[in-house]
């Protein structure tokens, strides 16, 4: 079945650290691969995405994502967090073939203290 | 850039009443969508249309209906709202399935 797992529901890093949020995926064929940021009362905006080539693709935000087929993982690396990185982050996959559908991750919530 | 409107941010309807959700895009996507987001379950798609006219339904598209009448319009019509109705509704469009989605702000509604 296809899936999309984020394995961590919260993380809370400190101003100026660094951030890695992990996303596993499970699909029968190459799929499209994206993240997307919710802040509060929003809707979602595009972060970054990755269809095939360079594994590690750059995003908005100074975010950057490396694909790891050998994991089933994109995992979304920031080096370093700003108070306003604080929100939501969705990781997403979708077929590269045929197919509308896009299955979404529950979300990682960031918090960021000084 | 890409916008995606929805007309209201915030609703509040009476259990029974039949509800609109308006969304409209601006730079002639194909592809429009529903979902609803709510704590815990992520987000769930409610319909979706990759044409004027043509609809598809989505994982949970029970007590829901939807209307392409433009190529940028795209509505979620509620039949008779239900407190388990009362989420975060949000809609999307995009080029096709390479492009990414763009997502209006979202309406939260509540059904009392």
């Known amino acids: 079945a296809q899936s999309v797992t984020q394995p961590d529901i919260h993380i809370t890093v400190s101003e100026g650290a660094s951030l890695e949020l992990r996303c596993n995926y499970s699909y029968g064929a190459t799929p499209y691969l994206f993240w997307y940021v919710q802040s509060p009362g929003q809707g979602l905006q595009l972060l970054l995405k990755?269809?095939?080539?360079?594994?590690l693709v750059q995003g908005i935000k100074g975010f950057e994502a490396e694909f790891k087929r050998s994991q089933s993982s994109f995992n979304l690396r920031k080096p370093s967090v700003h108070w306003s990185d604080a929100a939501e982050y969705f990781c997403?996959?979708?077929?590269?073939?045929?197919?509308?559908?896009?299955?979404f991750g529950a979300g990682t919530r960031l918090f960021v203290k000084a | 850039d890409v916008k995606v409107t929805q007309s209201s941010r915030y609703l509040v309807k009476r259990t029974g009443e039949k509800v609109f959700l308006e969304c409209v895009q601006d730079?002639?996507?194909?592809?429009m969508f529903w979902y609803r987001q709510d704590p815990g379950l992520g987000l769930r798609l409610i319909y979706f249309s990759y044409d004027v006219k043509m609809k598809e339904k989505g994982d949970i598209p029970e007590g829901y209906s939807v209307s392409r009448e433009k190529k940028e319009r795209f509505s979620l019509i509620l039949e008779s709202a239900s407190t388990n109705q009362t989420s975060m509704y949000l809609c999307?469009?995009?080029?096709?399935?390479?492009?990414?989605?763009?997502f209006g702000s979202g309406t939260r509604l509540t059904v009392v």
């Open positions: 990755y269809f095939s080539g360079d594994t």
């Open positions: 999307a469009s995009r080029r096709d399935a390479g492009y990414g989605y763009t």
């Open positions: 730079m002639d996507h194909e592809n």
């Open positions: 997403a996959v979708g077929a590269q073939t045929g197919g509308f559908k896009t299955i």
